[in-house]
């Protein structure tokens, strides 16, 4: 399957009420370090979000609201590509 490349979205540019209502829903941490991208293939998002320095928290939420998966990287680049890499796991089942 063909996956094209994630594109990040910070918290501060979600306009949609709903959608930001959501996204933070699940954040734990800092919306200002909150980063969302999500995939057709996939009904929910990833987001990934700094607890502190090298500590990058990265969660998959279905549209339903439950965590799907959850992880920790010490880097945000990190956190993304690894959140990425589930959220593909779990399109391809």
Same mark, same amino acid.
């Given at each position: /399957? #063909?996956? /094209?490349p994630p594109i990040w979205h910070p918290f501060v540019d979600i306009s +949609?009420?709903?959608e930001a209502a959501l996204v933070s829903s699940?954040?734990?941490f800092s919306l200002?370090? #909150? +980063? @969302?991208?999500?995939?057709? *293939?996939?009904? *929910?998002? +990833?987001l990934t979000e700094k607890r502190q320095d090298f500590m990058w928290r990265w969660v998959l939420v279905s549209v339903e609201g439950p965590v799907v998966a959850e992880g920790w990287e010490p880097t945000?680049?990190?956190a993304k590509?690894? @959140? @990425?890499v589930v959220m593909r796991h779990v399109i391809e089942g």
């Amino acid at each position: /399957m #063909l996956f /094209m490349p994630p594109i990040w979205h910070p918290f501060v540019d979600i306009s +949609a009420n709903a959608e930001a209502a959501l996204v933070s829903s699940s954040s734990q941490f800092s919306l200002s370090t #909150l +980063a @969302v991208t999500s995939d057709p *293939g996939f009904h *929910g998002f +990833a987001l990934t979000e700094k607890r502190q320095d090298f500590m990058w928290r990265w969660v998959l939420v279905s549209v339903e609201g439950p965590v799907v998966a959850e992880g920790w990287e010490p880097t945000e680049s990190d956190a993304k590509r690894s @959140v @990425v890499v589930v959220m593909r796991h779990v399109i391809e089942g």
